[in-house]
């Protein structure tokens, strides 16, 4: 069967519609099967010719909802370029719980204090500093640390902003804000430099330096470090499997390693088996490197095994 094209349907070109509008439209319930049609939710469609994205389902899921729903917890964080992990469902909130439209693929929350927000493009999002308390009761501790550090690196908030948000917080979630956000950091490049982070820090390791700074005499930056601990000349690094891919950069790094190496710093590189596979050898290779350099280390922390158990 055949089905008419949006815009010859009078449906509006690239936005999800409801099923009453289709039909209005003069669409049949058997057009709206046909290929030609992505089924969002139950009773929310949109054109096939549309690629099927978080904000595509975003705008579609609103439609089911009141004017002052929004997009939250990770649906507002893949809107904003936040990472976290894949979530299949679409994730908005309302002020009372009558106004939720629940789906299949369709999660609706309830903020009855109501909701800061903002708009980009034409979605209402959660406002960052809420979204942090979002994310921070819905995700893992090392995800949500992430998704902070992240944040702040986007410039979507400042480290002192969420702080303070956090700080005046009250009610449900308010504790689980305050602890996470005590480990959000300025200047961290990569999730994966968040998580190497806190697998030291958990562990009972000193938490190393974000983004130091290595001046030539004249004051000028030289080298800018992920990780380190400076007075000690120690250097943790992050290595991901596209250094290697790259050959050219990762000859430079090569040089630039062996550059720091001649004047007295010693690099640690950490891949991301080290953080997944192998945790507990990466925790004992910093630990055995921070008493080659004087630093006494009490007992490990086991804690840290529930956030980074291995394989």
């Avoid at 949006?6 to 099967?33: K, V, W």
């Avoid at 501790?141 to 690196?153: E, N």
């Amino acid at each position: 069967m055949t089905s008419p094209a949006p815009e010859s349907a009078g449906l509006p070109l690239g936005l999800p519609f409801l099923y009453e509008d289709a039909i209005a439209a003069g669409l049949t319930r058997d057009q709206l099967r046909t290929s030609a049609w992505h089924r969002l939710f139950r009773g929310v469609y949109a054109s096939a010719t549309m690629p099927l994205s978080t904000a595509l389902r975003a705008r579609g899921a609103l439609l089911l909802h009141p004017p002052a729903a929004h997009a939250s917890h990770t649906t507002a964080a893949v809107l904003y370029g936040i990472p976290t992990p894949t979530d299949p469902d679409i994730h908005v909130t309302v002020k009372d719980a009558l106004f939720r439209r629940p789906r299949p693929g369709l999660r609706a929350h309830v903020r009855e204090a109501g909701s800061v927000c903002r708009v980009l493009g034409d979605i209402r999002v959660s406002e960052p500093a809420q979204l942090f308390v979002e994310l921070a009761s819905s995700l893992s501790f090392v995800d949500a640390v992430v998704a902070g550090d992240a944040m702040v690196r986007l410039g979507l908030i400042t480290l002192a902003e969420l702080r303070r948000y956090c700080a005046k917080l009250r009610g449900k979630h308010s504790r689980t804000a305050r602890r996470l956000v005590r480990y959000v950091r300025e200047g961290v490049d990569s999730a994966m430099e968040t998580r190497l982070r806190l697998l030291l820090v958990l562990a009972g390791l000193p938490e190393p330096e974000v983004n130091h700074l290595i001046r030539d005499e004249w004051g000028a930056v030289i080298r800018r470090l992920d990780l380190s601990y400076p007075t000690l000349k120690l250097i943790i690094e992050f290595d991901g499997r596209h250094h290697i891919e790259r050959e050219q950069q990762w000859e430079a790094d090569i040089e630039r390693r062996e550059s720091l190496d001649s004047d007295g710093w010693r690099t640690l590189v950490v891949t991301s088996a080290g953080i997944y596979r192998h945790p507990t050898a990466t925790v004992e290779k910093v630990r055995r490197a921070l008493q080659s350099r004087g630093v006494r280390v009490g007992q490990l922390r086991q804690g840290y095994r529930s956030h980074f158990p291995g394989r």
